[in-house]
C-alpha cells in the first residue's frame, strides 16, 4: 500500500525534503553554527532523516527524467566531492564566521558550492587522471593468441590405407 502511494503522492516526499531543509538550517534558535560539533549532528538527526526520506520518496519521480549533461560529471566525481567535503566545511565554516555571516541559509549555498568545486577539481586533477593510469596498468591488454599454422609435416604412418587390395 505504501509503495503504491509513494509513487502517485510526490507532494509527500517534496515536504519531507523541505521540512529537512528547514528544520536543519533555518531554526533561529538552532544557534548553527555556533554549538559543538556533537550537539549539531544529533540535533539535527531528524533534520537529515527528513532530508533522506524525502529524496527516497521522490526517486521513482527523478528516475523518469532525463538525466542531465551537466549533472554527469557531478556523479562521476561524487566520491571526489565526499572525501574533499570533509576538508572544505570547517574551513569554509571558519572562513564565513570571520566574514561575519551566522546565518545558515547564507552560509549552506556557499559552502555547498565551495565543497562542489573542490571535489571537482579534486576528481579532475587526481582521481581520473589517476584511474585511468591504474586501469592501463592492471588491465593491459593481453596478447593475441597464437593462430595455429597449416601442417607441412605429411599424415602419421599407418593413417592411409591401400585401396589397392
Same mark, same amino acid.
Given at each position: 500500500?505504501?509503495?503504491?502511494?509513494?509513487?502517485?503522492? &510526490?507532494?509527500?516526499?517534496?515536504?519531507?525534503?523541505?521540512?529537512?531543509? /528547514?528544520?536543519?538550517?533555518?531554526?533561529?534558535? +538552532?544557534?548553527?553554527?555556533?554549538?559543538?560539533?556533537?550537539?549539531?549532528?544529533?540535533?539535527? !538527526?531528524?533534520? @537529515?532523516?527528513?532530508?533522506?526520506?524525502?529524496?527516497?520518496? =521522490?526517486? &521513482?519521480?527523478?528516475?523518469? =527524467? *532525463? %538525466?542531465?549533461?551537466?549533472?554527469?560529471? &557531478?556523479?562521476?566525481?561524487?566520491?571526489?566531492?565526499?572525501?574533499?567535503?570533509?576538508?572544505?566545511? &570547517?574551513? @569554509?565554516?571558519?572562513?564565513? *564566521?570571520?566574514?561575519?555571516?551566522?546565518?545558515?541559509? /547564507?552560509?549552506?549555498?556557499?559552502?555547498?558550492?565551495?565543497?562542489?568545486?573542490? !571535489?571537482?577539481?579534486?576528481?579532475?586533477?587526481?582521481?581520473?587522471?589517476?584511474?585511468?593510469?591504474?586501469?592501463?596498468?592492471?588491465?593491459?591488454?593481453? %596478447?593475441?593468441?597464437?593462430?595455429?599454422?597449416?601442417?607441412?609435416?605429411?599424415?602419421?604412418?599407418?593413417?592411409?590405407? +591401400?585401396?589397392?587390395?
Amino acid at each position: 500500500l505504501l509503495t503504491r502511494w509513494r509513487q502517485t503522492v &510526490p507532494e509527500a516526499g517534496l515536504l519531507m525534503l523541505a521540512l529537512g531543509l /528547514v528544520l536543519m538550517f533555518n531554526l533561529p534558535d +538552532s544557534g548553527w553554527p555556533d554549538k559543538p560539533l556533537d550537539e549539531r549532528l544529533m540535533g539535527n !538527526g531528524l533534520a @537529515a532523516a527528513l532530508v533522506v526520506g524525502g529524496t527516497v520518496w =521522490l526517486e &521513482p519521480w527523478l528516475l523518469r =527524467l *532525463q %538525466p542531465l549533461r551537466l549533472l554527469r560529471l &557531478p556523479g562521476q566525481a561524487a566520491y571526489s566531492i565526499y572525501l574533499s567535503h570533509t576538508f572544505v566545511v &570547517p574551513v @569554509a565554516v571558519q572562513l564565513s *564566521q570571520r566574514l561575519g555571516l551566522r546565518e545558515g541559509w /547564507v552560509i549552506l549555498p556557499l559552502v555547498c558550492a565551495l565543497a562542489l568545486l573542490v !571535489g571537482l577539481a579534486s576528481y579532475l586533477a587526481l582521481e581520473r587522471p589517476m584511474r585511468r593510469g591504474l586501469k592501463r596498468l592492471i588491465f593491459k591488454p593481453s %596478447p593475441p593468441a597464437p593462430t595455429a599454422l597449416p601442417s607441412t609435416t605429411s599424415a602419421p604412418h599407418g593413417s592411409e590405407r +591401400s585401396h589397392a587390395q
